[in-house]
């Protein structure tokens, strides 16, 4: 196998902890709301808002923050309070500012990739702001040599990215935990995929395993293992 010349890694659950931050806020959102229901109705009132709000907001805490206050809106029938609305305030701006602790294996990874002389990218989805202010955070922007924030991530966006870069199937990774938008359209496009799973995933993220069928890709249980899949 030919060494890729450009490898690409997802930011959130692949190079760091982020969506048990997220269900530790909706967990106090819970809380919040008690009054209004059980869990399982504000779970599926949260859901829905957030689909419908992920067109206008796209992704990312601040996206949530808005979907968790117009949950608490509807249903309190417009009643919720203003102590209410500053704890749900908080909580989104705690989603902004949370220590970025690399994941196991990570600056193992990508000093050793650096060492053999591969590109490395980050492709990651959500608000621009939040996700650079991530990367600073954590320590690894030194890293990586491309740094690429999309709105989605879907065979548009990979075909526009990939052709900027000018990569071909045989030298192009794509690396992450999201089956929907690190692996299925990046190998329905013929590249190279590498599912690295996460304990937590967001609900949004999860994909019909029949979509799957026939595609080629890596699966490791431990990011470390992509070292014996690159050259």
């Known amino acids: 196998m030919s060494a890729p010349h450009l490898i690409a890694f997802d930011a959130d ?3 760091w902890s982020n969506q048990p931050h997220f269900d530790q806020v909706e967990a ?3 809380e919040i709301l008690a009054h209004c229901g059980d869990a399982q109705r ?3 009132q949260l859901n829905q808002v957030q689909r419908q709000n992920m067109k206008l907001f796209g992704y990312g805490a601040k996206s949530f923050m ?7 809106i509807q249903l309190t029938d417009g009643k919720v309070t ?3 609305i500053q704890q749900i305030l908080d909580m989104g701006k705690d989603l902004l500012r949370y220590p970025i602790e690399p994941l196991p294996g990570v600056v193992e990874v990508l000093t050793e990739l650096r060492r053999r002389g591969h590109r490395l990218m980050v492709l990651t989805k959500g608000d621009l702001f939040d996700q650079e202010s991530k990367l600073a955070r954590s320590g690894l922007g030194e890293y990586f040599d491309y740094v690429e924030i999309v709105s989605e991530k879907d065979e548009a966006t990979y075909q526009r990215l990939l052709a900027r870069y000018n990569a071909l199937p045989g030298e192009f990774f794509m690396i992450g935990n999201s089956l929907k938008s690190d692996i299925l359209p990046v190998a ?4 190279r995929a590498v599912h690295v799973p996460f304990h937590a995933t967001w609900v949004f993220e999860h994909v019909d395993p029949e979509k799957l069928a026939g595609l080629e890709f890596h699966a490791v249980t431990d990011l470390r293992q992509v070292l014996d899949l690159v050259d």
């Open 13 to 15: 659950d692949t190079l």
């Open 28 to 30: 106090q959102l819970l």
């Open 42 to 44: 504000i779970t599926e």
């Open 66 to 72: 808005l979907s968790m206050i117009e949950t608490a």
């Open 82 to 84: 203003g102590v209410e």
């Open 188 to 191: 329905q496009l013929g590249f």
